[in-house]
């Protein structure tokens, strides 16, 4: 099993930020770092649901001081680092217009020399989709839809392209991405509806605080769902993201349940010494997984 870093919130503390990702680079114990694709616009109220707390309501810490583009600032990690990989969790495809979304993940995973992890979502928040003009209730159909697309424009054999919509056909982007076919798709979400979206199509799944027996029971119904799409369990990266704090996580579990990566919640650091103690609390966990 590895260990990576979800930078949540991405926030505007440069040189923190900067002093973070590169002593990540530094250390061989850290597989990842992964930040957001933030919110573009903050609601005092709404009546959307929060899939991941008790109460419906996102937590106030993820937007309280705003975040940072994540495509953008995934840009700017893949500039300053050489071997960590770079995640971005999660993408709402179905707000997203494909043909520019596709060129803006080509460009990160040449600029990363082939580091790229791209994370998709569905989407929870209606009143943002309606915001941007984007159908809520199709976010499903427009997710696929659009994935569709860039897969089209990724492959160099053309596969795909004769499902293109009409103005699309017959254009090719070029350069195609370093990973072949493409960056590798990670689709986030808890909910059977997401372990069948992976089953179909993913290369990844990233769900959110799972118990090592809830990963293991959703594992089981993947498996199933694989086998139905003539697909094994070997061609999906399992990476569960976590807030727990790390002393409590039960590392061993995890492995055995099949997570092949540990994803943990960074919150954002001021100063040098937030750095500092960041680095000497990840120590006893990165020796944990090495043993795995």
């Given at each position: 099993m590895r260990l990576g870093l979800f930078l949540l919130p991405l926030v505007a503390e440069v040189e923190t930020l900067t002093e973070t990702v590169l002593r990540a680079d530094r250390e061989p114990g850290i597989h990842s770092v992964w930040?957001?694709?933030?919110?573009?616009?903050?609601?005092?109220?709404?009546?959307?649901v929060f899939p991941y707390s008790e109460d419906g309501k996102m937590p106030e810490g993820y937007s309280a001081e705003g975040e940072l583009d994540g495509f953008l600032g995934l840009s700017y990690i893949a500039a300053i680092t050489e071997r960590v990989r770079i995640g971005?969790?999660?993408?709402?495809?179905?707000?997203?217009?494909?043909?520019?979304?596709?060129?803006?993940?080509t460009t990160l995973d040449i600029l990363s020399k082939g580091r790229f992890d791209c994370g998709v979502g569905i989407g929870w928040l209606e009143e943002e989709f309606r915001a941007v003009g984007a159908s809520f209730e199709d976010r499903v159909a427009n997710t696929?839809?659009?994935?569709?697309?860039?897969?089209?424009?990724?492959?160099?054999?053309?596969?795909?392209?004769?499902?293109?919509?009409?103005?699309?056909?017959?254009?090719?982007?070029e350069p195609f991405p370093v990973q072949r076919p493409h960056p590798p798709i990670h689709f986030g979400g808890n909910s059977r509806p997401a372990i069948r979206r992976v089953a179909q199509r993913g290369q990844g799944w990233i769900p959110w605080e799972l118990t090592p027996e809830e990963v293991e029971s959703r594992l089981t119904e993947m498996e199933e769902m694989l086998a139905a799409n003539g697909r094994e369990r070997g061609g999906v990266h399992v990476t569960v993201a976590t807030e727990a704090p790390l002393e409590e996580i039960d590392i061993g579990a995890y492995a055995s349940a099949g997570v092949d990566q540990l994803l943990t919640v960074v919150p954002p650091t001021r100063s040098a010494q937030d750095v500092e103690q960041l680095f000497a609390g990840l120590?006893?966990?990165i020796a944990a997984v090495a043993q795995t």
């Open positions: 930040v957001p694709e933030p919110h573009l616009l903050a609601f005092q109220e709404y009546d959307s971005l969790g999660v993408c709402i495809v179905a707000q997203r217009e494909p043909v520019s979304l596709a060129k803006e993940a696929k839809a659009n994935l569709d697309v860039m897969e089209a424009l990724w492959s160099e054999s053309g596969d795909g392209a004769e499902g293109l919509p009409e103005g699309i056909a017959g254009g090719v982007q120590d006893p966990t």
